[in-house]
């Protein structure tokens, strides 16, 4: 699974590490009961298959948790238009295809690449 997972894991407990070490996760160092069950559900959404109903399931209720305590609380919202040219590739998300979010910066690029076909067929 790649998104939400991807996002919600950036704060799972796993990542936080000892003070003075340097970490790639959890930054505002969230821990106690709250954050360790969220940290559960992340990780077990992490070993499911893309597309496992499951994920929405888990996503919910950890959402739950993180809505709760706020732990990171984002102060800043970027409106940014993507476009896409299908002179010569079609598949591209769009407004009517919105099978995932459009930016090529995300990990999830892969998922793009793998729904664009050649213009024309």
Excluded: C
């Excluded at 950036?10 to 930054?27: D, F, H, I, M």
Aim: hydrophobic share 35%; aromatic share 12%; proline share 10%.
């Amino acid at each position: 699974v790649n998104e939400p997972w991807n996002s919600s894991d950036r704060v799972n407990v796993r990542w936080t590490l000892p003070e003075g070490e340097r970490q790639n996760g959890n930054y505002p160092r969230w821990s106690g009961e709250a954050a360790e069950a969220y940290g559960a559900l992340i990780d077990e959404m992490g070993t499911l298959p893309l597309g496992d109903p499951r994920v929405e399931e888990l996503f919910l209720e950890a959402s739950a948790i993180y809505m709760d305590e706020l732990p990171v609380i984002p102060i800043t919202q970027a409106k940014k238009i993507i476009p896409f040219d299908t002179t010569y590739w079609t598949g591209w998300p769009t407004f009517e295809n919105d099978y995932i979010h459009p930016p090529t910066w995300w990990q999830s690029t892969h998922v793009i690449i793998h729904n664009l076909q050649p213009a024309g067929q």
